[in-house]
């Protein structure tokens, strides 16, 4: 499938092809709305979290 490629690059290559075929269903539904069609990532909802300008000086101190 991958002549070029090593052993470790080819299985690391399936597992990816294996994990976006896993997710197909998820990517179509966000390729629906336009706020999530250009996106890169999709991650659940309060897997980030964005600190107020005070609350990210007061960590940096």
Same mark, same amino acid.
């Given at each position: #499938?991958?002549?070029?490629?090593? !052993?470790?690059?080819?299985?690391?290559? =399936?597992? !990816?092809?294996?994990?976006?075929?896993? #997710?197909? +269903?998820?990517?179509? %539904? +966000?390729?629906?709305? !336009?706020?999530? !069609?250009? #996106?890169?990532?999709? %991650?659940? #909802?309060?897997? +980030?979290?964005?600190?107020? %300008?005070?609350?990210?000086? =007061?960590?940096?101190?």
């Amino acid at each position: #499938m991958y002549p070029g490629l090593d !052993s470790v690059a080819r299985e690391t290559k =399936q597992k !990816s092809i294996y994990y976006w075929r896993k #997710m197909s +269903a998820e990517v179509e %539904r +966000a390729c629906i709305s !336009s706020k999530t !069609s250009s #996106m890169k990532k999709l %991650r659940p #909802m309060g897997t +980030a979290t964005v600190l107020s %300008r005070g609350t990210e000086l =007061q960590l940096v101190e």
